[in-house]
């Protein structure tokens, strides 16, 4: 343990205690305060603040997430930073709602109850939490998973709601080559023990306005959504909702029943769009097309709606311009991009992807 310190927020008014020993980030984790994050890792910069006042160090970050001239200028990566003083440290971006979400990051240990195939390359892992049996987040939000014998992990968003009893579920599409998903192509076992860090992420519902809402998403983009669904329909959340789902071919589908299940269950109107970009047959009836081209295409107006997507970034990046256009202030788009940094056939690495814009976390 070093020395501590206090790190005090501007312009949100938040204090907190932080160790030498730690980063600034991680430190805000304990304390329930969930500041913007991507990469964790120096990679992305959504962890980019401006340096007001005291004395920090960084670990070792890429100059793609902060330049020579910004670090000068005053510019941090707080996912690197630490406090060698008290400091005060302007937050460039921040969910207001998520700032004091009073959930700290916490380590469960898990058992692995199940692999089930839902398509040919994603599966639905469950995990029965062991100890302490329960974990505590926000519907949307995702898990760090250790693969076993080792301290490396990567991210998936649970499935499942806070209220699920001892059990996190995980939607999680299959890599070649993935450090972690490949694990559940037969080497992980049903009861394998497991190490879950939990929660992260700002990808959650703003459950304090009443605004309509559109959520987009394809392949394991699913999962977050699903979350928030479920959390809909178990709290009788009253809300209209469009839910746009694309994927490649019928074979990519699944929980289709599920969704329309959920949706006579939610009190709100509820749509759900699936479409299809390679029917390859006459046997499919629904939409076709990118998803983006579907949205476009049966909506004209999205004035005063939220919008959650969740998916491949090249998804979101054709999204995003398409949702303004439709009239979404650009602050009612909440997105979790997710990054691949599966490695290559002959096991070179792959560039992560995310950018300064859109970070993206890891989830192969
Ligand atoms: S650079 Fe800090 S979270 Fe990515």
Redesign the pocket.
Known sequence: MGEKHKVYFEPVGIEIEVDEDETI?EAAFKHGVML?????????????SFLLDGDLEMDR??TF??NEFEQEEGYV????SHAYSDLEVELLSYREEMLNTGIPIQLVYAEVEEIEALTHDIKRLVLKLVDPPEMNFLPGQYAELYIPGSEEHRAYSMANTPSSDERAEFIIKIYPGGRFSSLLDGELKVGDRMKVKVPYGVFTLREKSEGDLIFIGGGSGMAPILSILRHMAEKGIDRRATFYYGARTRKDLFYLDEIKELGEQMPGEFRFVPALSEPEDNEWDGETGLITDVVKRLEDDLSGTEAYMAGPPPMIDAALPVLMRLGIDEDDIYYDKFTITAEAEEGDEMEAE?GPEF?GRVVE
């Open positions: 980030l913007m994050h991507g990469c964790k890792e120096g990679q992305c910069s959504a962890c980019k970050f890429s997430a902060l990566l707080l996912c690197r995310s970070p």
